[in-house]
């Protein structure tokens, strides 16, 4: 079982930045290639990065590519997701999950436990 708590969402002009966390529980973290997920009113949740177990590897939706940064801590058990150069179209319930493929993939339906989702609001 696992629980993930996600938090640093809230309200940035375009062009601003935010870090969002999502801190997780369990034993065996590490195992867990983990992603992020976004899901606007009216639109389907969509994949924004993932990164592998180790934090070797990483994944990007080309939209985000060279603006966004997903990191980890295994020690500290805490996924990040950095947004720098926000735009409106980025407004969304971000939402933090554990991978069941050892490669994560980009669907959400390769992944297992998720998080409450934070919202993340980017004014023009």
């Known amino acids: 079982q696992v629980q993930l708590v996600e938090s640093g969402g809230g309200l940035v002009q375009a062009g601003g930045s935010l870090r969002l966390s999502c801190a997780a529980s369990?034993?065996?973290?590490?195992?867990?290639?983990m992603g992020w997920f976004r899901q606007a009113p009216g639109k389907e949740r969509e994949f924004v990065a993932a990164i592998s177990g180790s934090g070797r590897s990483t994944d990007y939706r080309n939209s985000v590519q060279g603006r966004f940064t997903i990191s980890r801590d295994n020690a500290k058990k805490t996924v990040y997701l950095q947004m720098n150069s926000l735009k409106p179209e980025d407004t969304a319930v971000y939402y933090c999950?554990?991978?069941?493929?050892?490669?994560?993939?980009?669907?959400?339906?390769?992944?297992?436990?998720w998080g409450q989702g934070t919202q993340v609001t980017v004014s023009l």
């Open positions: 369990g034993r065996t973290f590490s195992s867990y290639g």
């Open positions: 999950a554990t991978s069941v493929e050892v490669i994560p993939t980009t669907s959400p339906h390769t992944y297992h436990y």
